[in-house]
């Protein structure tokens, strides 16, 4: 099945109108897998002209189709894409006009992000937030963005954690970081002024350090907010299927989300909670708020954990953006729709952190 | 366009793993439309076997691909389609063990539909439902799937408006059935005691109420739930075309959706709020419980809805169910998911509505 196909996706002669309408009726006329044609999708008329062309955007080659051969392919790789991005987050942290302080806690290197302004219901709020990248991404100040765009939206300060990753550092050094963060943060504000946030991996590595705080009998953050969070390292969620090719950013699970996985796991079995908390017992979690958008790969893993967290009592609220694919609303988060989302995030804060 | 196709979407020759990936990232390199491959979805493994079951269903080419050529053509098919839904929706009203009691209100033909047990705190709570169908189907005792699903999870008394429909009656007549029962109920039951909802044209329908009853200055429902909502009449949304030929139900806009919308409108236009309530001024809102799937085709236009509630400072709740299209937690109400989503319904009068 590896031939070159003598046309393209596009190219490919259908009908159209009715004639295709019954094509497709009989070939979706019995119960089965659900067959749908190629097709061309243009970027939706229902949002903002900022986020339409965010959703225009072409795959990010360079990111998705990664798979070096070895473990000095990775870090090198890893180290180019972090300097291609520089310049862009450099960009948006110095157009936020947040202050970066670089410094350790608890032996782990991290990021003091703080806003311009901080108004006074919020001076003695905290954040602490795990950065995304599949497990892999954004070592350093590559991961500015999430804690720049937060702090600067909610008006608190960040802590942002760098924690160790692939493939040098495997789990449980993240989860090992990310804990030895949380419970010095803890020192540092009332822990009913603590929120804990994170996106994409690092909404899953947010949502396990709860499990783990829950399980070691450290106090648990007041409130989380998860930005698309990968809740399951296996290939689990119906839009892993259902938004392959049409997500942007991830495009399909069986490129670089998948590696990461493997690369992240390690010896571990991904089924172990810490790794993949769709699994995990979430009885007791704090007020938590869920993002994801309507084209995100991981979408249903998030509505997954939205279920299951609510089918447990939390208080939990699930946001959907508008035509976004995996974290679009941080590639622009200056377009409309990221504003509006980002100023959710900050109600949310203001209505569950103590002051 | 319409010549016949050499093969079908499933038999096209694609290349597959690596050299997909390639063939993709080439022609998704630049912005612009996003370019998605003929696919075979298979239903989730994510979701209980009986969900499984309703994911993998054919689409119901006797709904969807109706085009009948006039007036008696479509009366002719409404009619036919609720004689054969028929016995499906009867077996589940008895199986629900709901007392079902038909009668008049306010010059409108309604269902009472009274639960068999109805919790102490229910006693002096109400229903009032607005039913799906396109705002073409469902005439009648077709009507009773969602009030006979909602008043038994619910465990309240819910009154099913059976509002006049096109071909005969277009715009306004179904508003002004829905809106005539909303006053009525008010001297049923305490304002605060009642809640208003709806399903796909029904819950657009219930939304629309909603700002007509801010219009005119009656009292508003205490709290609001609305089943994948049919928003907009317009094609608005980026699931119209993510989700088309994904959606079991509606399968696409240019089909059932779309002659719906036309003949409900009539010669009235659909930017008219009380088409499109997306359009609408929705400040003041109730509390508002939104209700739809993964596979929605409608599921951009809920989100919108849920955003511009928000927006307006509305305490506005999004649940998605994975994996479902269109309404699909009524076609089987009995699956683990559907019973989860009606019992966070259940939840959701239980915290809002008076008693």
């Known amino acids: 099945m590896t031939e070159t196909p003598s046309g393209t996706p596009t190219t490919v002669s259908l009908p159209d109108g009715p004639a295709l309408q019954q094509l497709m009726g009989h070939l979706n006329g019995s119960p089965g897998p659900r067959v749908v044609p190629g097709r061309s999708i243009p970027a939706p008329t229902s949002v903002s002209a900022a986020m339409q062309q965010a959703i225009a955007m072409p795959y990010r080659n360079n990111e998705w189709l990664l798979n070096p051969p070895d473990a000095a392919g990775w870090n090198a790789a890893i180290a180019n894409l972090a300097q291609q991005s520089s310049p862009q987050i450099e960009k948006i942290v110095e157009k936020l006009d947040v202050r970066v302080e670089s410094t350790t806690i608890a032996g782990v290197g991290v990021f003091i992000v703080t806003p311009p302004q901080i108004p006074a219901a919020n001076a003695n709020r905290l954040l602490v937030n795990t ?109 892993l299927k259902v938004h392959e090719w049409v997500d942007n950013i991830l495009v399909t699970y069986d490129a670089i989300a998948g590696r990461g996985a493997s690369l992240y796991a390690g010896d571990e079995d991904i089924s172990n909670p810490l790794l993949s908390p769709l699994r995990g017992e979430v009885s007791g979690f704090p007020p938590t708020m869920l993002i994801s958008g309507t084209r995100d790969l991981l979408l249903s893993q998030v509505v997954l954990m939205h279920r299951k967290l609510r089918k447990a009592g939390v208080d939990a609220d699930l946001h959907l953006v508008e035509g976004a694919s995996h974290f679009t609303y941080f590639i622009d988060p200056f377009a409309p729709e990221s504003q509006d989302i980002f100023a959710e995030m900050a109600l949310f804060w203001d209505q569950h952190l103590g002051s």
């Open 131 to 239: 950065h995304g990248g599949g497990y892999l991404f954004n070592p350093g100040r590559a991961s500015l963005l999430e804690p720049a765009v937060i702090a600067a939206a909610c008006g608190i300060t960040v802590i942002e954690v760098d924690y160790r990753m692939p493939p040098d550092h495997p789990f449980p050094a993240a989860s090992d970081d990310a804990m030895a963060v949380w419970k010095a943060a803890l020192q540092m504000a009332p822990p009913a002024n603590i929120g804990l946030c994170g996106g994409s991996a690092g909404g899953g590595l947010a949502l396990s350090t709860v499990l783990r705080a829950k399980n070691e009998g450290v106090a648990l953050p007041a409130a989380v907010a998860v930005q698309t969070p990968w809740c399951d390292l296996a290939a689990v969620g119906d839009s």
